[in-house]
Structures are given as structure tokens and as C-alpha cells.
């Protein structure tokens, strides 16, 4: 057990104090994604997700760890003044995990991708990581692939979420997954859900009915000397899911506009998310918020169970 693995943290992560104590005396930790604060979700939407994440995590007996960069660190666990300049700041940073040193050294602020989040939360003990969608195989361009992948493939960490964003290539990314040896675990069913939407025709690479299966499969695979993530797909609450045809047309007008005005690399994701956003109203944005709770619940779930050692080792 890697007892005080966090205190060996290098210079430029600040670990939050009730995270350290979390880790220390093995309480549940679950570690939660800050891109979708800095740029997915509109204020005051961005800071109000992201402070009832947090309360999600802690109302199922967990605590959570925000990661984001600010003053000159990367943070693990952020604090109530941190949370909000991070939701309010004009001009945050996208950062990837290339993009970490130059921000520190510069002092800029930013929200962590996926990628970056899960190298975070893996430096510093951290296991569970609760996300809404993971970044993967872009449809256009194709060579256009999320460092969330490759980051999926050598960090073990479980990564919750629902599915992978739906501007994607999901058979695409599907293919990846299973190339580098990733688990694609559905929670409670047999597609890989299309974040907006339950349904993709997918299929998951194996089945848990609950946390307690999650984490004991998550313990055989890092047993057997697996180093890989294990991706568990949740589909979205059926009270905030969205049809996936009516979600596919916003996606085709979307990247249409993408490709018309040339919006490449790192602008991408944001680009087409927030078109979706606006072509579906309301009801998209609901969605989202909806299954970024649920999946943070899920994670904690998931978290007491790793942390309780509840689960029957193979
Ligand atoms: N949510 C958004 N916009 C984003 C992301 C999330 O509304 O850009 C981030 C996620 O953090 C995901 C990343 O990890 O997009 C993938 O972006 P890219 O394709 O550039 O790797
Ligand atoms: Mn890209």
C-alpha cells in the first residue's frame, strides 16, 4: 500500500489539506474534471455543476478532488474561492497534459482535460475519476485523436462517464479502446452510451450490475499487473436523456460549420459541443448536467467500495 505516496507529490502539484487527509486515511476519494467548468457549460451553469458534483461525491460518504491549474500548481482538491475563479476567469486555458508546464510557468489558469485530470489524479493516489464524456477518434478530421485515449491506455485509474462525447467517432474510438487494452465496462448495460443519449448500437466490452463488481474488477485487472484505465460507461438518467437522432442532426449541422470555418486542434471539442448545445436548447444542457451528477454519484459509489476492499477479490 503506497501509505504516504502523496506526500512524495513532485513541486508543482499543491494537494488540497482534506484530500491529503482523505488519502492518508484511505476515505474515498474521487477525483472530478475541470475542462467542462472552463469551457463546456455556460456561467452560472459551469460554477453551480460543479459545486453540486462536488456535493454529489460527498453526500455518498466520498470527497471529492477537483484538479485544475491555478497559481502556478497544479491543484489536486480545490477550495470554495478556488472553484469560483476557475468558473469566472476570462480566457482559461484547455489544458492537456503537453500543456501543463508552460501554464505553470506562466501562471495561467485552465481547466484539465481528461488526459490531464487522470495524470493528475494518478500522481497523487488517486483512483476513481468521475467525467462526462471522454474526448476520442474525431469524425473529421480522422487523425484528429484525443490524448484522453492513449492516456486511458497506461494510467490505472477507473474513469466514469457517459460514454464518450457524441461528436465523435464512437465505433472509432470503440476501436481504439480495444486496441491498446482498455476495459469498456457498462454500468448496468450492454451499449456504450452516447452521452446525450442511452442508446449508440455499441457494444461494451464487459457488463457490472453494480460499484461492488466495478471495483472488483478494476482490483483483478490491476492484479494480474494491468496498468491500463478501466472505462465504465453510465448511460444518462432516462429523465434527461435525449433521443439520439435528435441529437445527431445538431451534430451534422455542427461539423458542417466546423469544417466551413476550419476549426482545428484543441478548439475543436469546445467548437462543436457548444453548437450542440445551442441547436438543442435547453434540453441538451440538461442532459448534461444531469448525467455529470449521476456519473460523479456513480463514481463515489465505486470509490467506497475500492476503499472498503467490499468486493470479492479474484
Ligand atoms: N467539455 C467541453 N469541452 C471540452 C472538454 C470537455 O465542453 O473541450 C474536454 C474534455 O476534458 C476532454 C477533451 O478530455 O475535451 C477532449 O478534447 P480533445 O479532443 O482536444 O482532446
Ligand atoms: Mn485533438
Redo the contacts with the bound molecule.
Keep these: 500500500m503506497p501509505t504516504d505516496h502523496f506526500l512524495k507529490l513532485p513541486a508543482g502539484f499543491a494537494l488540497n489539506g482534506e484530500v491529503a487527509n482523505a488519502l492518508r486515511q484511505h476515505t474515498p476519494v474521487v477525483a472530478l474534471?475541470?475542462?467542462?467548468v472552463t469551457?463546456?457549460?455556460p456561467h452560472p451553469e459551469n460554477l453551480t455543476l460543479a459545486q453540486d458534483m462536488e456535493n454529489a461525491v460527498r453526500k455518498a460518504g466520498g470527497i471529492p478532488a477537483t484538479i485544475a491549474v491555478l497559481d502556478g500548481k497544479i491543484q489536486v482538491g480545490l477550495d470554495a474561492n478556488q472553484l469560483q475563479q476557475l468558473a469566472t476567469v476570462s480566457h482559461p486555458r484547455?489544458i492537456?497534459i503537453r500543456d501543463f508546464a508552460p501554464a505553470l510557468v506562466q501562471r495561467a489558469i485552465g481547466?484539465?482535460?481528461?488526459?490531464?485530470?487522470l495524470f493528475a489524479a494518478h500522481q497523487a493516489g488517486i483512483r476513481v475519476f468521475a467525467?462526462?464524456?471522454?474526448?476520442?477518434v474525431?469524425r473529421f478530421p480522422a487523425y484528429?485523436?484525443?490524448?484522453?485515449l492513449p492516456l486511458l491506455a497506461t494510467t490505472p485509474v477507473i474513469v466514469v462517464c457517459a460514454g464518450a462525447?457524441a461528436i465523435?467517432d464512437l465505433p472509432g474510438t470503440l476501436e481504439y479502446l480495444e486496441t491498446v487494452g482498455v476495459p469498456v465496462i457498462g454500468y448496468q448495460t450492454d451499449e456504450f452510451p452516447a452521452f446525450y443519449s442511452r442508446e449508440s448500437g455499441l457494444p461494451v466490452s464487459a457488463r457490472a450490475n453494480s460499484a461492488e463488481e466495478v471495483a472488483a474488477i478494476a482490483t483483478t485487472h490491476w492484479g494480474l499487473g494491468q496498468k491500463s484505465a478501466l472505462l465504465v460507461a453510465v448511460p444518462p438518467p432516462s429523465e434527461v436523456a435525449l433521443p439520439r437522432i435528435q441529437v445527431e442532426g445538431a451534430i451534422e449541422q455542427a461539423l458542417a460549420e466546423s469544417k466551413e470555418q476550419k476549426i482545428r486542434?484543441?478548439?475543436?471539442?469546445?467548437f462543436l459541443?457548444?453548437r450542440v448545445?445551442t441547436l438543442t436548447g435547453k434540453a441538451s444542457l440538461q442532459a448534461?448536467l444531469g448525467l455529470l451528477l449521476n456519473n460523479a454519484h456513480v463514481a463515489a459509489q465505486i470509490a467506497q467500495r475500492l476503499a472498503s476492499g467490499q468486493h470479492k477479490l479474484i
Design positions: 474534471e475541470s475542462t467542462v469551457h463546456g457549460l484547455k492537456s481547466g484539465t482535460t481528461v488526459a490531464a485530470t467525467t462526462g464524456g471522454i474526448g476520442g474525431h484528429d485523436i484525443s490524448t484522453d462525447k465523435l486542434g484543441q478548439a475543436i471539442t469546445p459541443l457548444g448545445s448534461n
